[in-house]
């Protein structure tokens, strides 16, 4: 198994922090289905959202990863935006908030 991450949290918004997570997953199976379509301008959307809201989270990882998936959209670059995606699922799979 995957080292867990940790990443620490303002307590101030810990019931958003589910939901989030939850909408980043789905971001996940999203953007299969979108690259799949060649959907590349709603793909440059979910990632241009993920790199703004990522950091005011707490989670710098998520913004670094929205950017990636950002500028492969604009490259119609398919295989980067699946990296990215993979690299997204298994950081959700290991992050664990910690509410400090």
Do not use: C, Q, W
Not at 21 to 28: E, G, I, P, Q, S
């Amino acid at each position: 198994m995957s080292a867990r991450i940790v990443v620490k949290i303002d307590p101030d918004i810990e019931d958003l922090i589910p939901g989030f997570l939850a909408n980043r997953r789905r971001d996940v199976d999203s953007l299969k289905s979108l690259v799949a379509n060649e959907d590349y301008a709603a793909v440059r959307v979910i990632g241009h959202s993920m790199k703004g809201a990522g950091g005011g989270y707490g989670f710098d990882v998520i913004t670094e990863i929205g950017d990636t998936i950002e500028s492969a959209a604009l490259r119609v670059d398919g295989d980067a935006i699946m990296a990215a995606a993979a690299e997204l699922a298994d950081y959700l799979a290991r992050v664990e908030p910690v509410y400090d």
